[in-house]
Nanobody, 125 residues
Framework: QVQLVESGGGLVEAGGSLRLSCAAS????????MGWFRQAPGKEREFVAA????????NYADSVKGRFTISRDNGKNTVNLEMNRLKPEDTAVYYC??????????????????WGQGTQVTVSS
């Protein structure tokens, strides 16, 4: 089992940048595909980005491709989400998640067994 704690959320103006981090407990972090999801008010949770166990493969939602970058440091048990050119529609609670079973960075929420508590990102227009 792994515990996940997100940080780095906040309020930013449109066009600005934020960096989210997710710290994982345990010594088997490199056995998990890691993902970021988000949930805006009144909407269902949606996929944002994911990264393979070794970090060599990534996957992004079309809405963030070219603006967001996911990365991981297996030595520090962290996964990061660098968010640039933020838009008001990026406003949401962002969740870090861990997938212990697959090897590809999946968009499928059901693949992820472990979730953090979330961190709020608010982008003002």
């Amino acid at each position: 089992q792994v515990q996940l704690v997100e940080s780095g959320g906040g309020l930013v103006e449109a066009g600005g940048s934020l960096r989210l981090s997710c710290a994982a407990s345990g010594r088997t972090f490199n056995r998990y595909v890691m993902g970021w999801f988000r949930q805006a008010p009144g909407k269902e949770r949606e996929f944002v980005a994911a990264i393979s166990r070794g970090g060599g493969n990534t996957n992004y939602a079309d809405s963030v491709k070219g603006r967001f970058t996911i990365s991981r440091d297996n030595g520090k048990n962290t996964v990061n989400l660098e968010m640039n050119r933020l838009k008001p529609e990026d406003t949401a609670v962002y969740y870090c998640a861990a997938d212990p079973t697959t090897f590809i960075p999946s968009k499928m929420e059901n693949n992820y067994d472990y979730w953090g508590q979330g961190t709020q990102v608010t982008v003002s227009s």
